[in-house]
């Protein structure tokens, strides 16, 4: 089915509640004097039958979110890359939204981390989190309970600082025990090719010299690593931004075109024949193909690209639902992908 979240963490623009699909009956929008006030966005979405929308957080309180994570005690903590694409000055921010009245909606903000540059994922992690903001790989941690982290330490470093968009980003928790980098490699640009032209080097633990590294920039690949025993390995796939697992371990990926495929063979398969001429391991599972043919009902979109039909050119936030609680077909093997672009939800 090709019906039109940013991870199971992932973050959409109006921070809604609920997945929210393109489909039915109302008006088409249109960008023509500016951006539509919180209070009338909910208004301008299609809603697929049986599914609920609500706006959880909006400007001021929120701004330029591009992941999420919920912790155990239902705390909500947002990235804020604020300095994309170009801005390298450490505007980026990790702040934690409250609902201080219990009403659902969130009304107060706090700033947890500020002066990171490229901020792109978050994940728990013990008493902290695993944060994203290349050519690092952090741990943050509130230890005093102010609200603020007090602890900052790199776990691992050497990826390339490139175009914002394909950099090391979302941190993922798989079924094997092992957190998961999203991870394109380099891409390079003439523009910006002094602010933006790093090829990354070796990847590795700074703080412990004799645990593995990997060659510079991981080949271009995803990257696998566990904190507490000092393991890190790439993988056999590479993915623009976004992850995800099924039920069934399956490690599925997106990039801006092709919106979904698997990744069908480990590495540790690939690497018993230092010979084999094989980079990457990686099937499209959409029953609809990559590139494929999206119906937005924006009229004098935002953000447009050069086109000639409209297809995926913005996939992001993969998720394959688990939670069994949607209606039907949605509550069981379902996959879901942004297309921001397109102001769009995608399911397969």
Known sequence: MGISLFTGRTFWALFCFFIFLSCHNSPAIVYDEGSIPPDKALSTFEVEPGFKIELIASEPLVSDPVDMEIDEYGRLFVVEMHGYPVDKSNKGRIVQLTDTDGDGIMDKRTVFLDSLMFPNGIMRWKNGFIITDAPNVYYVEDSDGDGRADKKEALLTGFSLSNPHVNVNNPTYALDNWIYLAHFGAIGGRKYEKEFGDKG????????????????????????????????????????????????????????????????????????????????????????????????????????????????????????????????PFNDSTTFVCESVSNLVHAD
């Open 201 to 328: 080097t070796a990847i590795y633990y700074p703080d412990h010299p004799d645990a593995p590294r990997l060659p510079k920039n991981a080949n271009g690949r995803s990257v696998r690593f566990q904190p507490d025993g000092h393991k890190l390995e790439m993988t056999a796939s590479r993915a623009q931004f976004g992850q995800t697992f099924d039920p069934w371990g399956h490690h599925l990926l997106a990039n801006n075109g092709n919106h979904a495929y698997h990744e069908v063979i480990d590495n540790r398969y690939l690497e018993r024949n230092p010979a084999l001429l094989v980079s990457n391991a990686t099937q499209s599972i959409s029953d609809h193909g990559d590139v494929s043919e999206v119906f937005q009902t924006t009229i004098s979109p935002d953000r447009q690209l050069f086109s000639g039909v409209g297809v995926m050119t913005s996939s992001s936030g993969i998720t394959a639902y688990t939670g069994g609680a949607f209606p039907s």
